[in-house]
Each structure stands twice: as structure tokens, then as C-alpha cells.
């Protein structure tokens, strides 16, 4: 089936810097992902569509110059948290739109990337 | 405004006894329905979907379209199905999916 792989699965950075999240999909080509952020015990929250070669659709409230996205393959998409502060700790994952499974419910998620600002 | 409601936080069954996890949704146009599970420790994962109709680990759920609802069932609990369930709608035009809150449902022995 269709798998995709996160990387890392924890990251602990400074405040200040910037940390890069993957997101692969390993035996499909995926040309759109999506990245979603899940603070504890609460539910998903959709930030941003990624599309592969064209720039991402970001969510209201979600800061596009804080939260990177490229999709620059068919089977790779980043999100890369710039100036990272404590409050952008949080647990985040991607999912990939396998479309050889139609148009729609083709989608895996990564394993997600626990990201902690210190 | 698009919106995806699960009322119950939390939702304690005893084994063997039915379960039902609800879930209305508030969208404009028809939208595809889907349930997602996250077991502990693991990744989400898709349960089901309303367009095939397909049940999956012995749950169902049926799209009231009058009601606006997307219920999730099963007969028989088991211990295995205590896990975080998701409502989650999704927009043919723009493919994202919209996770509700979810339901922590907990089987109890």
C-alpha cells in the first residue's frame, strides 16, 4: 500500500532557528500533500495544501513566511518552520494524496514530526 | 462556513455493547465523508469512506444527507477499538480534508 515517511519523527531546536520537516512519499508520486499541526490532545488543523511545482495554498492564520512549504518533486514536500519560538512547539504531520486511488480517499499520513522549541 | 461537529470528547463502552460516534457536518455542495482512526502510538489511518459503502474492523457509518450526519457504528465493541476516531469531510474542488475534534472512545472490559 501506500506509504509515506516522515523525517524526523522529534526534533528539538532553539528559539531562533529554523528546522526543516520531510515528508516523502515512497511508492507513489504524490502531487498534492498537506501538512497539519496537532497541539495536545486537541484534533488536526490543516495548515497548508502543498502542490507539486506550484506554490502552496496556505490556511487563514497561517503565517506563509513563518511556515515554508516547497514541493519541489513529485514525491517530496518540506515544511521548514522559520525562527522557531516556543509556541510553534507542536506535533506535526503530512498527508499525500495518492491520486492512482482516485479522486478522492487516497490519502496516507506520515508518522509525524514532534517538534520542540526551547 | 465549512464545518465538521463531533459532540462527544470522550466515550466510555463497555465490551461487547454497541457503539456510536457521531458526527454532523456543515458544508455547502457534497461533500466526500470520511472516518479516520488513530490507534495509540500509531499514525492516523483511514477507517472508511461513504462512497463505498465498505465496513471496515465491523464499524459502518451512513450519510443522512436530510440530517447532515455521518454516524459512526458498531454492534460489538471490542477492547481493540479504543483509539481516537475523526470525522472528516472533504471538498471535491479542493481535495483538503477537515478533521473534526475527534472522539476518544474507550472500551471498557
Known amino acids: 500500500g501506500a506509504v509515506v515517511s516522515q523525517h524526523p519523527s522529534r526534533v528539538i531546536c532553539k528559539s531562533g532557528t529554523s528546522v526543516k520537516i520531510e515528508c516523502r512519499s515512497l511508492d507513489f508520486q504524490a502531487t498534492t500533500m498537506f501538512w497539519y499541526r496537532q497541539f495536545p490532545k486537541q484534533s488536526l488543523m490543516l495548515m497548508a495544501t502543498?502542490?507539486?511545482?506550484?506554490?502552496?495554498?496556505?490556511e487563514q492564520g497561517v503565517e506563509k513566511d513563518k511556515f515554508l512549504i516547497n514541493h519541489a518533486s513529485l514525491t517530496l514536500s518540506t515544511l521548514t518552520v522559520t525562527s522557531a519560538h516556543p509556541e510553534d512547539s507542536s506535533f506535526y504531520i503530512c498527508?499525500?494524496?495518492?491520486?492512482?486511488?482516485?479522486?478522492?480517499?487516497?490519502?496516507?499520513f506520515g508518522s509525524g514530526t514532534r517538534l520542540t522549541v526551547v | 462556513a465549512q464545518r465538521v461537529t463531533q459532540p462527544e470528547k470522550l466515550l466510555s463502552v463497555f465490551k461487547g455493547a454497541p457503539v456510536e460516534l457521531k458526527c454532523n457536518y456543515s458544508y455547502s455542495g457534497s461533500p466526500e465523508l470520511f472516518w479516520y482512526v488513530q490507534y495509540s502510538r500509531q499514525r492516523l489511518q483511514l477507517l472508511l469512506r461513504?462512497?463505498s459503502r465498505e465496513s471496515i474492523k465491523g464499524f459502518t457509518a451512513d450519510l443522512n444527507k436530510g440530517e447532515t450526519s455521518f454516524h459512526l457504528k458498531k454492534p460489538f465493541a471490542q477492547e481493540e477499538d479504543s483509539a481516537m476516531y475523526y470525522c472528516?469531510?472533504?471538498?471535491?474542488?479542493?481535495?483538503?480534508?477537515?478533521f473534526g475534534k475527534g472522539t476518544r472512545l474507550h472500551i471498557l472490559p
Open positions: 498527508s499525500a494524496r495518492n491520486p492512482g486511488q482516485g479522486k478522492i480517499g487516497g490519502y496516507t
Open positions: 502543498s502542490n507539486e511545482g506550484s506554490k502552496a495554498t496556505y
Open positions: 472528516a469531510p472533504a471538498m471535491n474542488r479542493d481535495d483538503k480534508i477537515i
Open positions: 461513504h462512497i
